[in-house]
Nanobody
Framework: VQLQASGGGLVQPGGSLRLSCAAS????????MGWYRQAPGEQRDMVAA???????NYADSVKGRFTISRDNAKNTVYLRMNNLKPEDTAVYYC?????????????WGQGTLVTVSS
């Protein structure tokens, strides 16, 4: 099982980006999917998460600016980020809770860098 994230880049404050993360490989089902971020020297924190068939939840710092969604047919989770701020600068990682041959496990994508700067 692999998660492939994409969509990061350099954007000015107030700008927007959309991150994507697709799961591939052999597995039975995907439960929760989410996005985390890690700034230099800081711990990795949850940004947004969405369970299968459930309602998303967000970190307080991104509520009203970020939207998480998923396309179950494509095994893909998205993060739409609007009104980006310099403090949003971080490496963003996707995570999926996946039922595969060995049971339910957490899988992580490789990370994609988002830089918000003028």
């Amino acid at each position: 099982v692999q998660l492939q994230a994409s969509g990061g880049g350099l954007v000015q404050p107030g700008g927007s980006l959309r991150l994507s993360c697709a799961a591939s490989g052999s597995f039975f089902s995907i439960n929760a999917m989410g996005w985390y971020r890690q700034a230099p020297g800081e711990q990795r924190d949850m940004v947004a998460a969405i369970p299968y068939g459930g309602r998303p939840n967000y970190a307080d710092s991104v509520k009203g600016r970020f939207t998480i969604s998923r396309d179950n047919a494509k095994n893909t989770v998205y993060l739409r980020m609007n009104n980006l701020k310099p403090e949003d600068t971080a490496v963003y990682y996707c995570k999926a809770v996946i039922w595969a041959g060995g049971g339910q496990e957490d899988y992580w994508g490789q990370g994609t860098l988002v830089t918000v700067s003028s």
